[in-house]
Every structure is written in structure tokens, then in C-alpha cells.
């Protein structure tokens, strides 16, 4: 009761009484706390955006223009492909063009060269490259004192012998055959004083002819010519001479190259093949005696 009338005293209830020490039954009153200072915007000077609703929102992202991207131009690769394609066409067809018109030139120029020749020497444009057969071969036939065969074992040579003239510009004529050779009527019989003179092709236009290999002889080869009785007269290679054709002297070839014996001589092209003239370079001439 004492304790009470304490607590209804005035003094207490008007604060002026103070305890300067603390029971265990004190306890810190909650500080209170202080409210954030909120910051006033001033909302008039920020632009009011619109409300929009879920529809338009909807509609903003189903509108909005996709990423750009780069498209190549194949048309114009394509075209481009096309043309380089076409510009090569062009170009070797040019160089087709130029090599067909050269060869055409080069054609053109054999054919008139041959035809000149053929004009001029009275012989075929072109010899034939066909080998007799033993047939034709042993079925040959001459006058009995005439050349029929000549034989060079070395080089293999067995061809039959065709009696030939010279052109009216006084050229010694070639056989019509590359496998054939040539006797001049106007030189020596076999077993005859001088000396006989058989030419012969170097090659056709394909095939070696039938001395191509006369260069390969030299002195003691032995060459047989058997004549149209069937006698066979032999020879041994003396000496060969190589000159160019506008050094060869013809008469030479109709002389023995042993004075008293009786000759053979075999002449034929030997070098370079012109394609201008027509002709080889040089001229090859082989000197051989009886035996």
C-alpha cells in the first residue's frame, strides 16, 4: 500500500522526481526511428508516358522489324561466272582460229610447193609408202642387161631397180615408191665401163625410204646389183661425199671413182628438210668399184 501511494504521489506523475540509478528492471525504450526523406520530383517536368495495355504491348512485339541481314547477290555471281566463262571461250577460240588459219597457211604452202614440183619435174606429188609384196617383188622383170635388183646386206636393203629419165628442166627423177630405187638410163649398164648411178628416197612422208641409211656405209661394204638375166655383179664402197645441194656436181656422180674399174654410185637427200622448198639440204653420194 506504502509502495502504491508512492506511485500516486504528484511529484512522480509530474516528472520532477529523477532515479539516478538503474534496477535490474529497466530496459531501453526503441529508439524512434526517423523516416526516410523522401525527394520530391518535380513530376510536371518529366513527359507522361502513356498506359498501355497488354494488347498493345502484345502488338509492339509482333510488329517490331527483324534484324537486318546481308543478302549475297548470287544472280550477280552467277553472272559474273557466266561472262569469265564466256571471255575464255572467246579467247581460245581466237587462238583456234589463228592456229587453224596458220596451219591452213602451212597446208596451203606444202600443196603449192609440191605442185610446182610436180609441175616442173614431171613426177608424182607425193610417193607411195606401200612395200611390195614377195609376189610383186619376184614377179619384177627388166631387160635382160639392165639393173632388176640391187642388195645392201648392212642396212638391209633389197628393192627392186626402176629405170628413170630426168625432168625437162634436166633434174634427175625419183621411183614413184620409197621402197623402190631409180636407175638412169643415161649411166652405165651393169658390167659396163664408167659407173652405173641409182637413186633412191631418203624417206616419204611417213615411212623411211629405201636409202635412208646409205650414210651408214663405209669403205669395204660389199652392195650387190643382180641384172634382168639373173647375173649379180658386186661392189665395195670406196668412199662417200655429203655437199650441199648447190654444191653438188652431178657429173661427178656419173664417173667411177677408180678410173678403169667399172662404178656404182648411190645418191640420195641427206639434212635438213626444208618445208619452204619442199626438199632436203643436202645431197649424199656413195662411190663404190667392182669387186
Not at 502488338?59 to 547477290?73: F, G
Not at 604452202?109 to 607411195?128: G, H, L, Y
Not at 628442166?169 to 658390167?191: I, R, Y
Not at 674399174?261 to 637427200?269: R, V
Request: net charge positive.
Amino acid at each position: 500500500m506504502a509502495q502504491q501511494n508512492i506511485l500516486n504521489n504528484s511529484l512522480f506523475k509530474a516528472g520532477s522526481l529523477r532515479i539516478s540509478s538503474r534496477g535490474t528492471a529497466f530496459r531501453h525504450l526503441p529508439k524512434k526511428r526517423k523516416s526516410p526523406v523522401t525527394v520530391q520530383r518535380n513530376i510536371a517536368a518529366l513527359p507522361i508516358k502513356p498506359r498501355q495495355c497488354k494488347s498493345q504491348v502484345l502488338q509492339r512485339r509482333v510488329t517490331v522489324a527483324p534484324k537486318k541481314t546481308k543478302i549475297r547477290n548470287t544472280t550477280s555471281i552467277k553472272q559474273k561466272a557466266l561472262l569469265s566463262m564466256a571471255m575464255t571461250v572467246f579467247v581460245v577460240g581466237l587462238g583456234v582460229a589463228g592456229l587453224g588459219l596458220r596451219t591452213n597457211k602451212h597446208v596451203a604452202a606444202q600443196v603449192a610447193t609440191v605442185a610446182e614440183k610436180a609441175k616442173n619435174s614431171e613426177e608424182a606429188p607425193i610417193p607411195t609408202e606401200q612395200k611390195p609384196t614377195a609376189a610383186a617383188y619376184g614377179a619384177y622383170t627388166v631387160d635382160p642387161t639392165r639393173p632388176r635388183y640391187v642388195r645392201i646386206a648392212k642396212i638391209g636393203v633389197a628393192a627392186r631397180v626402176m629405170p628413170q629419165t630426168t625432168t625437162k628442166s634436166g633434174a634427175l627423177k625419183a621411183p614413184g615408191n620409197v621402197n623402190d630405187a631409180g636407175w638412169f638410163t643415161s649411166s652405165s649398164k651393169p658390167g659396163e665401163g664408167g659407173a652405173m648411178l641409182l637413186d633412191g628416197h631418203v624417206a616419204g612422208p611417213t615411212q623411211r625410204g629405201v636409202f635412208y641409211n646409205i650414210k651408214k656405209l663405209v669403205a669395204g661394204d660389199v652392195i650387190e646389183v643382180e641384172r634382168g638375166d639373173g647375173t649379180v655383179f658386186r661392189y665395195k664402197v670406196v668412199k662417200s661425199n655429203t655437199t650441199d645441194v648447190a654444191d653438188t656436181d652431178m657429173s661427178d656422180a656419173l664417173i667411177s671413182a677408180e678410173t678403169g674399174k667399172q662404178g656404182l654410185n648411190l645418191i640420195t637427200c641427206t639434212g635438213t628438210y626444208d618445208e619452204k622448198s619442199g626438199e632436203y639440204n643436202q645431197r649424199i653420194i656413195v662411190f663404190a668399184v667392182a669387186i
